[in-house]
């Protein structure tokens, strides 16, 4: 499972470390019964109002798009939500910059030793009860089921055949879960450590996407139920977002050359490439440059 990898390393001397790490465990340990990390995603349609198609990790929860103030309301075949999760919002941090980048079609690198997001997915998180312990979590799943190419000639992504195998389906908890609502609540909360992968050996916990193919980020907010019996309330523990502008074809280097411009210009990572030779900025090992780029 992304984002547990590393909890059982923390050091025995750090006592509010380990307590964190056993909090952590404890959490993995109740059987949400809504993670199917090794199940094969079916493929949702491109919109605003889709939610999780059956057979995908939580499948029955509702999805928020950024154009709704409210998650939909559910269906009669949906268990009714725990009053600590109904009434959770979620606004995307940097929603003109998103937007920017979708216009243009937004890409985001993949490498063997995974490659952090830019823009970096980052939310505002309103309606949780303050004294309950959340945990937050993020998967990717395929936006279709195609294979796309980039026609230099005609500056557009074209359909290139079927989808490759599906890769492993993984979700990356945020390493500060869980957390009372108050904190996750306090400030804006980054996913500023998620890393992208191609690698389909990947042992490091990083999410695994096939170059060249089309994803849709998803948010999820977990109550953690203290209840000995949780995983029997899973289904209405949880509360899923989805923001149509984070859409993104995973690349192994930038194919328009626009989003390389972007990125050079809005990443505060990027200074070297702003003040270098823009028509540097187009080399292969520019192209695939740095950590966050």
């Known amino acids: 499972m992304a984002g547990d990898a ?11 470390a380990g307590r964190a790490s056993q909090r952590k465990r404890a959490f993995l340990s109740t ?14 349609v491109s919109s605003s109002s889709w939610e999780p198609p059956v057979g995908t990790p939580f499948l029955s929860g509702p999805c928020t798009s950024s154009s709704e103030a409210q998650a939909m309301a559910e269906t009669p075949s949906q268990s009714p939500k725990n009053p600590r999760v109904s009434g959770v919002t979620v606004q995307l941090e940097m929603k003109p910059l998103w937007e920017e980048f979708n216009q243009l079609g937004t890409e985001m690198i993949v490498t063997k ?34 294979r796309y190419r980039y026609a230099f ?14 890769t492993p389906g993984r979700v990356h908890f945020h390493p500060d879960s869980p957390a009372k609502g108050a904190q996750w609540m306090r400030q804006i909360v980054s996913f500023d450590k998620l890393k992208l992968t191609n690698n389909l050996l990947d042992d490091n916990g990083h999410i695994i996407l096939n170059s060249m193919h089309r994803y849709q980020p998803r948010f999820h907010v977990v ?27 995973a690349v192994t280097a930038y194919q328009n050359h626009r989003i390389t411009q972007l990125k050079i210009a809005s990443n505060p990572f990027a200074k070297g490439f702003r003040e270098s030779d823009p028509d540097s900025w187009s080399t292969p090992s520019a192209l695939s440059w740095g950590p966050t780029i």
């Open 223 to 249: 109550f953690v139920d203290p209840r000995k019996d949780s995983e029997r309330y899973a289904q209405e523990n949880f509360k899923s977002f989805i923001f149509t502008e984070t859409q993104f074809t």
């Open 6 to 16: 590393d909890w059982g390393n923390l050091g025995t001397q750090d006592w509010q």
């Open 113 to 146: 030793a995974g490659r952090r997001m830019f823009p970096t997915f980052q939310v505002k998180i309103l309606g949780m009860d303050t004294l309950a312990d959340y945990a937050l979590l993020m998967d990717f799943i395929p936006l279709d089921d195609k």
């Open 153 to 166: 000639h005609s500056s557009a992504w074209l359909v290139a055949g079927k989808a490759d195998p599906a």
């Open 31 to 44: 059987g949400l019964g809504v993670l199917a990390s090794s199940e094969t995603y079916s493929l949702p």
